[in-house]
């Protein structure tokens, strides 16, 4: 991720803090679209969870659409830094292994949608991204009724972070952004046992510094904030807060993160899925 895209969703997670308790915004309350007889459109860019699609029932254009919820390894080393990051989710301690994963995930995209004739569900929301052409979050079910962002997790190749969305006004779906996430990461259990893709790669702390700075275990809950607490980056590098929570804000504590911070994510009153980090002593856990 480049540093200007960084900035700019900082400062827009930054904002979504004060106001959880604004009504729904433009973006949020936009229905979804349904892109039916889709056919993948062979493009460079593509990857395991962001390709260009030429949809039947639209004669006019194509899309360029990004799966929500998941998050596939990077296919190249561009970017060093996110790289890194996926090397820690897996727990692969050699980051260019992340790029075999990468490679992985591309095909098994391709092979997934291959027939054609796949639905995309999509709200148009910006998924921003590098490329020139507008790229917009979405489900996508092949033509098996599959979902390809559940079917990348159980393979071992996706991670289960990203922006999320209420699904409850899908039939094929009928989940709140929560639900959703739980059934993700139900599914991931089943990948790390059987170490399929990335999890393949995992190994133990390279050394004993490293097992010191190992992230606390936690069990996945949720947390009722009782008093207003700060959120801070993904990142852990990054030790300035993004904003605060409000004390009676439902938090769902995913995973530790480091010693002393864990990886949540919780709901804006827009109905819109943030993640970050807040601190154990914070969240009383």
């Known amino acids: 991720m480049n540093k200007l895209l960084s900035i700019r969703r900082c400062l827009e997670l930054a904002a979504a803090l004060f106001v959880l308790a604004a009504p729904t915004d433009a973006a949020a309350a936009k229905k979804w679209r349904e892109y039916t007889g889709c056919r993948v459109i062979p493009n460079a860019s593509n990857d395991g969870d962001s390709f260009h699609v030429k949809p039947t029932n639209i004669k006019t254009r194509s899309y360029l659409f990004r799966l929500y919820f998941v998050d596939t ?26 790029v075999k994963v990468g490679k992985e995930a591309v095909k098994f995209t391709e092979k997934f949608l291959e027939d054609g004739n796949f639905t995309v569900y999509s709200r148009l929301s910006d998924a921003l991204g590098r490329s020139a052409k507008d790229r917009d979050y979405a489900m996508v079910l092949n033509a098996a ?52 893709g990335g999890w393949a790669y995992a190994g133990g702390p390279a050394n004993p510094l490293a097992a010191l700075t190992a992230p606390r275990e936690v069990a996945e809950q949720d947390v009722v904030l009782p008093r207003a607490i700060y959120l801070y980056p993904l990142d852990p590098a990054n030790v300035r807060p993004l904003g605060t929570l409000q004390a009676g804000l439902t938090v769902r504590v995913l995973k530790g993160a480091t010693p002393d911070k864990a990886h949540v994510r919780f709901t804006s009153s827009s109905g819109q899925v943030y993640e970050g980090l807040a601190r154990f002593v914070d969240l009383g856990i």
């Open 145 to 196: 009724g599959q979902d390809l962002g559940t079917e990348l997790v159980r393979n071992g190749l996706a991670r289960v972070y990203g922006q999320g969305t209420d699904l409850s006004d899908l039939d094929a779906y009928k989940r709140d952004a929560d639900a959703w996430f739980r059934r993700l990461r139900q599914v991931e259990v089943e990948a790390k046992k059987e170490k399929r």
């Open 73 to 98: 390894p990077e296919s190249e080393t561009s970017l060093p830094e996110r790289l890194q990051i996926q090397a820690d989710y897996f727990g692969i301690p050699d980051p260019k292994d992340v």
